[in-house]
């Protein structure tokens, strides 16, 4: 995604859930990303919330 990464080859995500700080799992969840299994939010794979409760997408350091 052009507006996520500048280099469309790799994505460096900070696995760390934006809604109270659980691990997501990656390459799982609705959208082919990252499922929190805390609360259940999911993100897609470039780290964009998708489904709630997390209020903000996955930081890129």
């Known amino acids: 995604d052009e507006q996520r990464t500048k280099d469309p080859n790799w994505l460096v995500v900070i696995g760390v859930c ?3 700080g659980c691990v997501p ?3 799982a969840g609705d959208f082919g990303g990252y499922y929190c ?3 259940g939010s999911h993100y897609d794979a470039a780290g964009r919330i998708r489904k709630g409760p997390a209020p903000l997408n996955l930081e890129i350091p």
């Open 25 to 27: 799992i990656a390459n």
């Open 18 to 20: 934006t809604h109270l």
């Open 37 to 39: 299994p805390c609360h």
